[in-house]
């Protein structure tokens, strides 16, 4: 009888796979453990084992444990057999796929428990996850690639190359398929490298896959569109690896694309005369717009030869004192020696016959579309244009609009903005999207959906209050730091008139007010001390006036500084409290350079830029020369013991820290 006993033991221990048991009583935990399931998951049984909790669902992994919870509940239930697939984290950090299959039985003391046998069923679901049901001949590329920083390709099907176009390596020649493989990122446009890192950040970090839209440069330098998904596995050898399956979309994408332009092209009609479309990788010009004009009418949408275009279309009727201007400068195009970054779109006044037979003044501007397309559009200059004539009625307005655009050539943007304050771009110039805080690719989506003014506005270095005084008066007066000239500006907005439609367009120019003024200090109080309050809202006083913030971002970064009592944080640091979903790139930190601008600019027009000290792009306010009631309290003085009464920095999330250790220190 003893031996049958023995060999039991034998058998739960050693022959049935992960064997354990449950008490299932409040709380469920185990009360045996064999030794094959120690051996599966590393532990050892005292390391599972506890009377009160169980130490076991700490094992399972974090994505599975609200299933794994699910499943022990149902198993409380009654006696029955129940089997769930989940995973298992081992003590040297590997997952392991398991299915638990329990028995549960109720005992003679009415306690109910219940046997575990787990079977490893890791390979199955690696050969799963691996998509190896993906064959040459299902149409959808597939990629296999490490998480490394720079991800090196392990594995690229065959239909994947066909969607990329590697050409054949040659003896000699620069095999690009291999050169792809070392980086995938080479295999991303240099403005999708954010975007496609934060997806497989959070791919890896959240082990749960991620679908989307995304371009790929091909081999032969054309782009591919694709809809694809990346997904985080464990491969043979036991290492994290991304695995990604993509469709390719570039026809349907173009189509879209083809729509927007043509949504685009109909906002520009309403600005310009003429519009031609330079197409330099195809060598080709249409006109595809010219308003009434008959001269032009015949060409519309007829693609003719760059050379030709000019000939026929743009140079016969300029006037002959401008033609080696206007070629020249039409030359600089063809060569793409016109465009810099950060300029402005490059433009040229000259005069031309019209189609009445008069000679007139043209003002023409290139605007860009892409790395091959750009609309050239033009459109006769009046030789007045009086900035009034914007205040008329509704009626002259879009004409006058018309009139003023090519002569201030600092932006012109068109919104929808609806009753209830909803903000939709119809389009905007090139040098327009930064005003507003946004890069081209961030500002394309916006055209696609409505969106709160408010919201739309929190990048731009103005305030709401400021937008919505634009669209209430009609005009106003904005600061913009100009990143090529490193110098700040002040923008002068006119917007026109709402019509009793709430939902038509509202067109807004932006121009530099020239003779800009340098700011006007405060009346500054004679006690220029200056207080900060950070128990509860956080303020600053110089005096006993407070500080009138016009960017919520610099206020914020200010009590960023306070809060880090006089030491230095870094650019990349501010950025991830300032903007805490976004990754530090260059898109955030000139964000955060205009943050920090506007925080120097308020704090010297109140003549007190001496409490914030900058070296090398960091920054600390220098408490000896601020009163705060924080540093008080943390002085330990009993005069000061009273001001925290439990709330800190109300005004934001990232306060919560201090908060907590203030908290404990007052317990």
């Not at 022959?15 to 050892?44: E, K, T, W």
């Not at 004409?399 to 771009?425: C, I």
């Not at 800190?648 to 404990?664: I, K, P, Q």
Request: hydrophobic fraction near 35%.
């Amino acid at each position: 009888m003893n031996d049958i006993r023995t060999n039991m033991e034998d058998i739960l221990n050693q022959r049935i796979s992960g064997f354990h048991q449950y008490v299932l009583s409040d709380p469920a935990h185990l009360n045996y453990v064999s030794q094959n399931l120690c051996r599966m998951v590393g532990f050892q049984a005292n390391e599972l084992l506890h009377e009160s909790k169980d130490l076991y669902a700490l094992l399972v992994h974090p994505a599975d444990r609200l299933r794994y919870s699910e499943f022990i509940s149902n198993l409380t239930r009654k006696e029955q057999i129940l089997t769930e697939e989940y995973r298992l984290i081992k003590k040297d950090g590997t997952i392991l796929f398991v299915r638990d299959t329990v028995t549960t039985e109720r005992l003679d003391d009415n306690t109910l428990v219940g046997y575990s046998v787990l079977t490893d069923i890791t390979n199955l679901k690696s050969e799963n996850l691996n998509l190896q049901f993906l064959n040459e001949t299902i149409p959808c590329g597939f990629l296999k690639y490490t998480c490394e920083k720079q991800p090196r390709v392990t594995y690229i099907n065959q239909t994947m190359m066909d969607i990329l176009r590697f050409p054949e390596a040659k003896d000699g020649e620069l095999d690009y398929l291999e050169l792809y493989k070392s980086n995938i990122f080479l295999m991303i446009p240099m403005e999708e490298r954010r975007r496609f890192s934060k997806y497989l950040s959070r791919v890896y970090s959240a082990d749960a896959p991620i679908a989307g839209e995304m371009t790929l440069l091909r081999g032969d330098g054309t782009r591919a569109h694709v809809f694809g998904w990346v997904t985080k596995c464990i491969n043979e050898q036991g290492e994290a690896e991304f695995q990604s399956v993509c469709m390719d979309i570039t026809k349907r994408h173009q189509a879209r694309k083809e729509a927007e332009t043509q949504r685009y092209l109909k906002a520009l009609a309403d600005v310009y005369d003429k519009i031609f479309e330079f197409n330099l990788d195809a060598n080709s010009v249409k006109c595809l717009y010219s308003g009434d004009s008959s001269m032009f009418k015949h060409f519309e949408g007829i693609a003719m030869q760059i050379d030709d275009a000019l000939e026929k279309l743009i140079m016969g009727p300029v006037d002959s004192g401008d033609c080696h201007r206007v070629a020249a400068f039409f030359q600089d195009f063809c060569q793409r020696k016109l465009y810099e970054p950060g300029a402005k779109p490059p433009q040229i006044t000259y005069s031309a016959t019209s189609s009445d037979g008069e000679m007139k003044q043209y003002n023409g501007i290139f605007i860009k579309v892409d790395e091959s397309v750009s609309f050239f559009c033009c459109r006769n200059v009046p030789e007045s244009v009086e900035t009034e004539a914007l205040r008329t009625e509704n009626v002259k307005l879009r004409q006058n609009m018309k009139e003023l655009v090519m002569q201030f050539t600092d932006g012109l943007a068109a919104f929808e903005v609806s009753a209830d304050g909803m903000v939709k771009p119809l389009y905007a110039s090139e040098n327009i999207c930064e005003f507003f805080g946004y890069t081209k690719e961030e500002w394309l989506p916006l055209m696609e959906k409505s969106t709160p003014l408010e919201s739309f506005g929190a990048y731009s270095e103005a305030s709401y209050e400021e937008f919505a005084e634009l669209l209430r008066n009609g005009e106003a007066e904005f600061t913009y730091f100009d990143y090529t000239t490193k110098a700040e500006r002040r923008m002068k907005a006119i917007c026109s008139q709402r019509e009793p439609n709430s939902n038509s367009p509202r067109y807004v120019m932006l121009y530099s007010v020239e003779g800009t003024k340098q700011s006007e200090r405060k009346n500054l109080p004679e006690n220029r001390t200056v207080s900060i309050r950070t128990f509860g809202y956080f303020d600053v006083f110089v005096g006993e006036k407070p500080i009138a913030f016009r960017n919520k971002k610099s206020k914020e970064l200010f009590a960023l500084l306070v809060d880090r009592k006089g030491g230095y944080i870094t650019s990349e640091e501010a950025i991830s409290f300032l903007w805490e979903d976004e990754p530090s790139n260059t898109v955030t930190l000139s964000r955060y350079r205009k943050v920090a601008l506007r925080l120097k600019n308020t704090l010297e027009e109140y003549g007190i830029a001496h409490v914030i000290e900058a070296v090398d792009g960091k920054r600390r306010i220098v408490p000896e020369k601020v009163k705060c009631d924080l540093y008080d309290y943390l002085t330990g003085k009993e005069e000061y013991g009273q001001l925290f009464k439990g709330s800190y920095l109300s005004n934001y999330s990232w306060a919560e820290t201090t908060l907590g250790e203030l908290t404990n220190n007052q317990n």
